[in-house]
């Protein structure tokens, strides 16, 4: 007889994303603000919705593959799909202020 292991919540989640950094902005895509939302299924499917700073980001399928890796290492994780938006644009306005801190640690005056 197996063990039905839970399945995460969206703030595990969203702390999982925290290991996920934009390769051009030494901030993890969370504090950033470019996660939107976090949908958890009771089946095990993880569905994030997110942006990039730019719509022409060259790394979009490196941040799409880190997300999905982070996600899928959580306990109760049967699937991952991360979708990309452009609709609200990404601003600093949506960076958490852990995030601000974090940049103006690095030079950016946000």
Known sequence: MSE???VPSKEQVLEALKVVKDPEIP???VDLG??????V??????????TLT????????IVKADAEIAVMRLPG????????????P???????????RQMRMFGFNV
């Open 4 to 6: 039905q292991v839970a």
């Open 27 to 29: 901030v993890n895509v």
């Open 34 to 39: 470019l996660v939107y939302d976090v949908d």
């Open 41 to 50: 299924r009771d089946s095990g499917e993880v569905d994030v919705t997110m």
């Open 54 to 61: 730019s719509i022409g980001c060259p790394a979009q399928d």
């Open 77 to 88: 994780v049967n699937a991952v799909s991360v979708d990309f938006v452009w609709t609200p």
């Open 90 to 100: 990404w601003t600093t306005a949506k960076m958490t202020e852990d995030g601000k």
